[in-house]
Every structure is written in structure tokens, then in C-alpha cells.
């Protein structure tokens, strides 16, 4: 089978977005290389040890790939992409002087590629993300997140992810309730729980992201502390969300409202949207995690979280990214 791979080349700030745009325009993946300039450095701290050769994408440039089905308009496919590109100049978010071009190729040249070199890494001091396919023996005092992202967003290799996970080790103190808003691969709720988190409620609106996590979360062996449902929070607010899309009456989620803890790693515009039932749905005392943040979007971020009634506890940074945790008064 071939397919159409429509190739953007752009700034690091918005691969969020456009990965995001693909994705809604069905692609059947997304593939993100971004910059290996020497004057980037990598964290090796923990003993990361990467695979892939520093590549000549310039500093602050990243190249995103998404695959369509060969039936599809190539034409019409960047037509249709490059007005959502232009209009996220007006929020702020700086695409560059982009590039689009399309070929089609083999679907072998693409589908399993990648996994080469997605490799076992380190990402805090106790976790640590293994592909399904890699063969990795852990050390005494490793905590294993077994992951295949499929089509989901998520890998914990992006700042955006590997500061959720940071952060989580370092306010979970164990036996919490939790939910995960915006679950993509499943990641962050699986390393919760592997922290010591007692449940978490997984939270998705992309039904491609829910079959995902809940294969991952499958792979851990955690279908039991965590549920993964097709959901925002607004319904999970109203008490009742349904769990499947042909069943006429909802069921109770297992989580108990007001919860202890709240993560979301999404964009920072979606995270203004909802941080007044955030404040609701969390205990006094509770704490919300907020990343998926640009520099560009930090002031905004925390007066939205103030004006809901937060206190900023800490900012956690990685390259341009932010993870805002903030605290409900008790």
C-alpha cells in the first residue's frame, strides 16, 4: 500500500499544533524530527543514551510528516492545512517561514521505521519508558512504563511529556485518585499509578488516543486501577459519563469526586478554557499540573490560574516548555 506523505518544515513551537492538524485531517500517523544541531545539547543525566545521529534541521526548526491514504488529494491536503498553519500567528504561535511539499511512498518506508529509534529511556529518577518491542532489563530501583503510541501523542521523549512525569514523582506521596485530561498514549496516567497513585480516570476526546492508552494501560497490567474513557471533563463533572457510544445510560465513573490530583499536558490555549472546573473538581488542597505550555503562553497561563483561584507552587522548565503546578486552598 502506498500513501501520501505531506512533509511541513517549521518551527519547534508549533509541532503541537500541527501534529494536531493532521491527526484531524485523518492522517493515518504523524512523524516529528525535530533539530540536532550541535549547539543543542542533550540530557544525559540519568544516563540517557541516544541512538539517532545529531541531523542538520536548524536550531529551533523541526520537521513534521504526516501519511494519507493514497486516495487521497495531496493538493487539497496542503491546501486545506496551510490557512490553520497561517492563523496561528494570531495566537501568538510563530511558524516560521514554513515549507510543505508531498510524495507518496511505501507504507513499509514509514509505518514501523521510527521504532529504530525509539529506544528504552530514563526520564526521572525512578521511571523509565520501554517500547514494547525493545528487550531491556531494569535496575533495582527502575519503574517501567511499557508503551507502543501507536497513532497517539506521547512517547515521554517531548519536554512537554517528560516534565509531566518529572513533576508527578515529585508531588505524588501515594494512595492518590487522579485524572489524566488529554491521556493521548496512556503515559502519564501509567506513571502515575507506578508511582503509587491508588486510581486514575484517563481522559480522552480522540477515540484513536482512548484505544491506545487503553492497549498500553492492558500492557502494564492496569486495567484495574486505571479506566480510560472517551471524555472531557465537563462530563465527567456532571457525575455521569458514557462508556460506550451504544449504550443509552451512563454509569458512574471509578473515580470519587473532588479528586486529589489533576494532570493535563495539552495546549496552553485548551487549559484556559477549563481551569475553573478544574478548581471544581479537585479536593481543597488538591493539586493540578498544567503542561503542554510555551514560553510564549506563561503569563497568560498563570493569571488564568489565579483568576480560578489557584496558588502557584512551582514552575518546572525544559527547553521553552513550562509545567505549571499550582495548588485549591484548602
Not at 494570531?90 to 525509539?118: C, H, M, R, T
Not at 510555551?294 to 522548565?317: A, C, M, P
Request: charged share 25%.
Amino acid at each position: 500500500m502506498k500513501w501520501h506523505e505531506i512533509t511541513i518544515s517549521t518551527t519547534e513551537q508549533v509541532i503541537e499544533m500541527i501534529s494536531n492538524f493532521l491527526h484531524e485531517m485523518d492522517a493515518g500517523g504523524v512523524s516529528i524530527e525535530e533539530s540536532g544541531t550541535l549547539n543543542k545539547q542533550r540530557d544525559t543525566s540519568l544516563g540517557q543514551w541516544y541512538e539517532t545521529p545529531l541531523n542538520d534541521i536548524p536550531e529551533g526548526h523541526a520537521v513534521i510528516k504526516g501519511y494519507f491514504v493514497e486516495g487521497v488529494n495531496g493538493d487539497e491536503l496542503e491546501k486545506a492545512l496551510r490557512p490553520r498553519i497561517d492563523q496561528l500567528r494570531e495566537f501568538g504561535i510563530d511558524p516560521g517561514d514554513y515549507e510543505i511539499s508531498s510524495k507518496l511512498v511505501d507504507e513499509e518506508d514509514w509505518a514501523n521505521a521510527w521504532k529504530q529509534y525509539f529506544k528504552p529511556i530514563r526520564v526521572s529518577d525512578t521511571l523509565t519508558i520501554k517500547p514494547t518491542w525493545e528487550q531491556y532489563e531494569a535496575g533495582p530501583d527502575e519503574k517501567i512504563i511499557e508503551l507502543d503510541p501507536g497513532m497517539a501523542f506521547g512517547t515521554g521523549t517531548h519536554p512537554t511529556t517528560s516534565l509531566c512525569l518529572k513533576t508527578l514523582e515529585s508531588v505524588i506521596q501515594g494512595g492518590e485518585e487522579i485524572i489524566d485530561v488529554g491521556t493521548g498514549s496512556g503515559i502519564l496516567a501509567i506513571g502515575a499509578i507506578k508511582l503509587g497513585a491508588k486510581r486514575v480516570l484517563a481522559l480522552d476526546l480522540d477515540p484513536v488516543a482512548v484505544t491506545s492508552a487503553a492497549e498500553n494501560v492492558r500492557l502494564n497490567g492496569l486495567s484495574d486501577t486505571i479506566e480510560v474513557i472517551e471524555s472531557d471533563l465537563m462530563g465527567v463533572l456532571g457525575g455521569k459519563v458514557v462508556f460506550e457510544a451504544n449504550e443509552s445510560e451512563a454509569r458512574q465513573t471509578s473515580v470519587s469526586l473532588p479528586v486529589d490530583l489533576i494532570v493535563a499536558n495539552i495546549l496552553a490555549d485548551i487549559i484556559l478554557l477549563f481551569t475553573d472546573d478544574v478548581y471544581a473538581a479537585l479536593k481543597p488542597g488538591g493539586i493540578y499540573i498544567a503542561s503542554g505550555i510555551f514560553k510564549n503562553k506563561e503569563t497568560d497561563v498563570e493569571q488564568g490560574l489565579i483568576g480560578s483561584g489557584f496558588e502557584i507552587e512551582h514552575k518546572h522548565r525544559d527547553e521553552d516548555w513550562i509545567a505549571f503546578v499550582v495548588r485549591k486552598p484548602r
